[in-house]
T-cell receptor, first 110, second 113 residues
Framework: RKEVEQDPGPFNVPEGATVAFNCTYS??????FFWYRQDCRKEPKLLMS???SGNEDGRFTAQLNRASQYISLLIRDSKLSDSATYLC???????????FGTGTRLLVSP | NAGVTQTPKFRVLKTGQSMTLLCAQDMNHEYMYWYRQDPGMGLRLIHY???????AKGEVPDGYNVSRLKKQNFLLGLESAAPSQTSVYFC????????????FGEGSRLTVL
């Protein structure tokens, strides 16, 4: 089993819709979790960190469920500019490396 | 304000040729990483470094070597390129003791014929 698994999508949603992605991880010792955004043919960029208590940044909400070993990203009121691939990742604090999922592609249409 | 710079951006190699990808960061970051990205495979860690003079293997290290002689530079070498190494390579850096945010370079597209 891959360390991080994501539904590759694509998720096709209309503008204004709410969409959610999940990402499951297999390593129960995983310390820190993140969502990265990657535009087509560009480098990934950090979207937000995922805290145990959940966190929100504008239209984006990230949550962590340690019992079920998954993290989620919720996007409300989708914009055309949200079209991208969303990569989840976890960080092994002991070894200072980040492992990434395969990414979920989101397409927001007018 | 360069951040992470990768050279070259594009390269075409013949099978068996060697080459080196250079990654330079100007943020004084401790940690540096090389990933490859292939369709449907996501980002896979090749090698990483937690400080000057140190390197470690990631998920897919075979066929690659790395060196971190200077803190700001992380070199990825292909000694004998194979078609399976056709990919987009991303370098990234992270501050020691930071929040875990990786800063990526723009990527290097390598094609091995």
């Amino acid at each position: 089993r891959k360390e991080v698994e994501q539904d590759p999508g694509p998720f096709n949603v209309p503008e204004g819709a709410t969409v959610a992605f999940n990402c499951t991880y297999s390593n129960s010792a995983s310390q820190s979790f993140f969502w990265y955004r990657q535009d087509c043919r560009k480098e990934p960029k950090l979207l937000m960190s995922v805290y145990s208590s959940g966190n929100e940044d504008g239209r984006f909400t990230a949550q962590l469920n340690r019992a079920s070993q998954y993290i989620s990203l919720l996007i409300r009121d989708s914009k055309l500019s949200d079209s991208a691939t969303y990569l989840c990742s976890w960080r092994d604090t002991g070894f200072q490396k980040l492992v990434f999922g395969t990414g979920t592609r989101l397409l927001v249409s007018p | 304000n360069a951040g992470v710079t990768q050279t070259p951006k594009f390269r075409v190699l013949k099978t068996g040729q060697s080459m080196t990808l250079l990654c330079a960061q100007d943020m004084n970051h401790e940690y540096m990483y090389w990933y490859r990205q292939d369709p449907g495979m996501g980002l896979r860690l090749i090698h990483y470094s937690v400080g000057e003079g140190t390197t470690a293997k990631g998920e897919v290290p075979d066929g690659y070597n790395v060196s971190r002689l200077k803190k700001q530079n992380f070199l990825l070498g292909l000694e004998s390129a194979a078609p399976s190494q056709t990919s987009v390579y991303f370098c990234a850096s992270m501050a020691g003791g930071g929040n875990g945010e990786l800063f990526f370079g723009e990527g290097s597209r390598l094609t091995v014929l």
